[in-house]
């Protein structure tokens, strides 16, 4: 699978794996064979056929993709099912005015070109883009792959009652950064080389700095899960 690093406003690098264009070939069929069959439920069982059922249709072949993924995070039933997602090149969800970008690529990169350039571009980029990626400055990662996590994942705590937070002042934190240091905790725990130990300590030094503490605490992992702990009672309780 190939992968793509991303640099945080941490400074920390985080990989995230590309979906390939298999992947990304099945969401798109998946997606027209969706809109191919409420178009033709359309005409099927709606007794009178005009202007109007004819307009609608158009509107949701060519507004599908868009429309999806701004109401779904970057995600059309397509990619939920090959479990793929559009994120911006640093890691984060794009703003509507991506999506728009990408959506009005598609013609050149997808229709016009029968789907050639959108092969070349995926197949060639580093970051597996086509032209409505690039110019939009996002991409399509593969939920499947083992550095894409998400906080439902991590450290569950059987009993939140129970657990008392060490750190309150770990809200300072957002969602992308708790991500960031359970990514590094990870890679460490894979790895656990020199290199890795020195990310690890310079993560731990940064979320110190961050809390405002005295010193940073001998056990940095400890620490760390600690923090990640501390913030899911703190934001999901």
């Not at 099927?44 to 701004?70: C, H, K, P, R």
């Not at 005295?214 to 899911?232: A, G, N």
């Amino acid at each position: 699978m190939r992968k793509v690093h991303v640099i945080t406003a941490q400074n920390i690098v985080i990989d995230f794996g590309l979906a390939t264009i298999g992947q990304r070939l099945l969401a798109f069929v998946i997606d027209m064979m969706v809109v191919g069959a409420v178009v033709l439920f359309m005409f099927i069982f709606i007794s009178i056929i005009n202007e109007t059922v004819a307009l609608l249709s158009g509107l949701i072949f060519i507004l599908y993709t868009l429309i999806m993924e701004l109401l779904f995070s970057g995600q059309t039933l397509g990619k939920m099912a090959l479990k793929i997602k559009v994120l911006t090149v640093d890691g984060k969800e794009p703003n509507p005015l991506d999506f728009v970008i990408r959506w009005s690529f598609r013609l050149l990169d997808i229709w016009f070109s029968v789907g050639a350039l959108a092969v070349v571009g995926i197949s060639t980029s580093q970051r597996g883009q086509r032209l409505g990626g690039v110019l939009s400055n996002s991409m399509v990662v593969n939920l499947n792959a083992e550095s894409n996590l998400t906080l439902r994942d991590i450290l569950r705590i059987e009993d939140r009652s129970k657990y008392q937070p060490q750190f309150s002042d770990v809200i300072r934190f957002n969602e992308e950064e708790m991500l960031t240091i359970k990514a590094v905790l990870d890679r460490y725990s894979k790895y656990h080389n020199k290199a890795h130990l020195a990310l690890l300590d310079n993560t731990a030094i940064r979320c110190a700095k961050v809390l405002e503490l005295q010193e940073v605490p001998d056990d940095k992992t400890r620490f760390l899960r600690t923090l990640i702990k501390d913030y899911i009672v703190l934001t999901r309780s």
